[in-house]
């Protein structure tokens, strides 16, 4: 089972295809949408999240944003969404992300 | 009268100086397409928001969230000005730091702290020994990103949030043309009916059976923001445009007088070069008279 994802950043839209699952980090922690989820919005914060399809898995870190079930699509709206290549890279990019918003 | 040569190391600068301007032309041109490119990407990310924030809230009214109330009592103004880190782009800059003098000066007896913060190196060069600065954010105009510019608005968002301002406006260049921009002054915070589409769109009936997590008016605490974010986004792309357009057709001119002065040199050169040859044929008839 499948349902179209939507990523959309201000610099464009990242993601727009068919996905098996969706992950990404909340406000209460990581969670993941499957097909059929009721509809919902959601807050996103800085963190890994990925992407499942039928062709296999990506890695990705979310900005802040939201996500949104609208059944039967997911639309995401974060303020950038980076490709990367593992989980590990993935927290790398977060905790980085976390020490540049100091200053 | 100079010589040929040094007529020649004139041509050959001017040459150069062509090579330089005629690439730093198609540079231009084609970073402003790009940055055209991601004005249309923008204002589709900011018109998504907008629908959910009324799928979530129905009708905004100012009471919804501090962002959107405009102060009753206006005492500080911060005003952000948008410029490029660097010159050669016509009066691109200029044109826009007049028009701030203009606007202050006009306004100087109203009673009411003006001051300035800056996105981009010229506006700040210009005024940092002339008015109350703020702030400048650096190396932000150079590339602008919807990352570099949610930094930006976090801390405008503090500074109005926490009361050190109660208006905070942005000057940046309208991109019109490659050919023409103009200074305009546009109000950031408090979000105006604009920014949230007031009137484009009918309000629709909030969405209740719907889950949300955390509850809808967090969440429109987390959307509200965005909108701020992407309008300083939108200024930065604005100013980019601007700048490569101003800058291409300023260094359009500069190709078009360095041909010019190519063509009157070398004319120069060829008289000097036949008057030469003149004086020496004279000096070689007048020896075989003179046998």
């Not at chain 1, 890695?59 to 989980?87: C, I, N, Q």
């Not at chain 2, 979530?56 to 911060?78: M, Q, Y």
Request: hydrophobic share 40%; charged share 25%; net charge negative.
């Amino acid at each position: 089972m499948s349902y179209n994802l939507r990523i959309l950043t201000p610099e464009g839209p990242i993601f727009d295809d068919t996905v098996d699952t969706v992950q990404a980090t909340g406000y209460k922690g990581s969670f993941g949408v499957l097909t059929g989820h009721a509809p919902m919005i959601t807050a996103l914060l800085v963190g890994p999240g990925k992407v499942i399809t039928s062709s296999g898995t990506q890695w990705y870190v979310f900005g802040e944003g939201t996500l949104e079930v609208r059944k039967p699509d997911v639309v995401m709206l974060v303020d950038f969404a980076e490709k990367v290549d593992s989980y590990e890279a993935a927290k790398k990019l977060t905790a980085e992300d976390a020490a540049g918003d100091k200053d | 009268m100079p010589s040929i040569k040094e007529y020649n190391s004139k041509i050959n600068s001017l040459k150069n100086t062509s090579k330089i301007t005629k690439t730093m032309k198609m540079v231009s041109a084609s970073k402003l397409r790009k940055a055209q490119e991601s004005q249309r990407n923008a204002k589709d990310f900011a018109h998504e928001v907008n629908q959910l924030i009324r799928r979530i809230a129905g009708n905004v009214d100012e009471n919804l969230h501090p962002l959107l109330k405009t102060r009753e009592e206006e005492k500080k103004v911060l005003v952000v000005i948008f410029t490029s880190d660097k010159g050669l782009c016509g009066g691109f800059n200029n044109n826009l730091i007049r028009f701030a003098e203009r606007y202050f000066e006009e306004r100087k007896d109203d009673g009411i702290d003006y001051e300035l913060a800056f996105c981009g190196r010229r506006g700040y060069l210009h005024f940092q020994s002339r008015a109350t600065i703020h702030r400048q954010f650096d190396l932000v105009s150079a590339d602008p990103g919807a990352h570099t510019a949610s930094r930006v608005m976090k801390h405008l968002e503090k500074v109005f949030l926490d009361g050190s301002f109660d208006r905070i406006m942005m000057m940046v260049n309208e991109f019109i043309s490659p050919l023409s921009q103009i200074p305009r002054l546009h109000q950031l915070l408090p979000l105006t009916d604009q920014d949230l589409e007031k009137g484009e769109s009918e309000a629709v009936a909030p969405v209740t059976d719907i889950l949300s997590e955390p509850g809808m008016e967090q969440l429109l605490s987390f959307l509200v923001p965005r909108l701020v974010s992407f309008k300083v986004y939108f200024a930065l792309l604005e100013n980019a445009a601007g700048e490569h357009g101003a800058r291409m057709t300023a260094m359009d001119n500069a190709t078009t007088n360095a041909a010019n002065l190519i063509e009157e040199n070398t004319l120069l050169r060829n008289r000097a070069r036949q008057a030469a040859i003149t004086t020496e044929l004279i000096e070689i008839i007048s020896g075989a008279e003179a046998l």
